[in-house]
Nanobody, 124 residues
């Protein structure tokens, strides 16, 4: 059974940093492309970032480029999202995702495996 378990969310002030983690089990982690999405209240789930299997090449949404960094540790079956310079508009539930061959990285429907989400709130 595939499990993706996110952690690391919380309430922070604008400008602060958080690091999210997603521990994966039930699949061969190193074979999967891993992603992060987020969903704010009343909005659709949106792509944040993804990281490839082997070379670790990364891609980001324009809204987080330069502030967020995705990484993975295949030995620990864990993917991370380092979030710096957080803004109020980053407030959302953040979801980890996994897929062998997502046909469109930025579309939630391309991913079959999801975590339960972790809340990130940026507020003064």
């Amino acid at each position: 059974q595939v499990q993706l378990v996110e952690s690391g969310g919380g309430l922070v002030q604008p400008g602060a940093s958080l690091r999210l983690s997603c521990a994966a089990s039930g699949r061969t982690f190193s074979n999967d492309i891993m992603g992060w999405f987020r969903q704010a209240p009343g909005k659709e789930r949106e792509f944040v970032s993804a990281i490839s299997r082997g070379t670790g090449s990364t891609t980001y949404a324009d809204s987080v480029k330069g502030r967020f960094t995705i990484s993975r540790d295949n030995a620990k079956n864990t993917v991370y999202l380092q979030m710096n310079s957080l803004k109020a508009e980053d407030t959302a539930v953040y979801y980890c995702s996994a897929e062998s061959f997502p046909y469109n990285l930025r579309r939630p429907g391309s991913w079959n495996y999801w975590g339960q989400g972790t809340q990130v709130t940026v507020s003064s």
